[in-house]
């Protein structure tokens, strides 16, 4: 895995438009662009949180890069009372975290994806609520 950093540049960031949209309105809501063409305050803003938004995917991306390397993931189906089935979710295999070398587990905190990975083990609780509300009757 790469070690490198790749940063979102708020100067690359390109937003597109469709005029043509139904969504658009002259009439309603915010303007994108000020009377003499530059961004509103509200298309800065809304650019802002996209760039956030990147730079945090980037960096989740780069911390799944570094589980798979150490083989921390694994898939796992969830299998919901009326038959339906949830596939694509990935688990963080405890049972291999224990076993990671001691330099491993190292850099593991020294770069902060063991308080993530704990983040995740504690968010595995609100997955089996979740799974007992969806299948509640409505």
Same mark, same amino acid.
């Given at each position: 895995?790469?070690?490198?950093?790749?940063?979102?540049?708020?100067?690359?960031?390109?937003?597109?438009?469709?005029?043509?949209?139904? =969504? +658009? #309105?002259?009439? @309603?809501?915010?303007? &994108?662009?000020?009377? %003499? !063409?530059?961004?509103?305050?509200? /298309?800065?803003?809304?650019?802002?949180?996209?760039?956030?938004?990147?730079?945090?995917?980037?960096?989740?991306?780069?911390?799944?890069?570094?589980?798979? =390397? +150490? #083989?921390?993931? @694994?898939?796992?189906? &969830?299998?919901?009372? %009326? !038959?339906?089935?949830?596939?694509? /979710?990935?688990?963080?295999?405890?049972?291999?975290?224990?076993?990671?070398?001691?330099?491993?587990?190292?850099?593991?905190?020294?770069?902060?994806?063991?308080? +993530?990975?704990?983040?995740?083990?504690?968010? &595995?609780?609100?997955?089996?609520?979740?799974?007992?509300?969806?299948?509640?009757?409505?």
């Amino acid at each position: 895995v790469s070690q490198s950093r790749y940063q979102v540049d708020a100067g690359k960031l390109q937003l597109a438009v469709i005029a043509a949209d139904m =969504a +658009l #309105d002259s009439q @309603q809501g915010m303007p &994108l662009y000020a009377a %003499d !063409g530059s961004e509103s305050a509200e /298309l800065s803003e809304r650019r802002a949180q996209l760039l956030r938004h990147l730079q945090q995917l980037h960096l989740m991306r780069e911390w799944v890069q570094r589980l798979v =390397a +150490l #083989d921390l993931l @694994q898939a796992q189906v &969830l299998q919901l009372q %009326d !038959g339906q089935q949830i596939n694509g /979710l990935y688990l963080l295999n405890q049972q291999r975290l224990n076993q990671l070398s001691p330099e491993q587990l190292k850099q593991c905190h020294q770069g902060n994806d063991m308080l +993530l990975m704990m983040a995740h083990v504690l968010s &595995l609780q609100h997955l089996a609520r979740l799974v007992q509300w969806a299948q509640q009757p409505e």
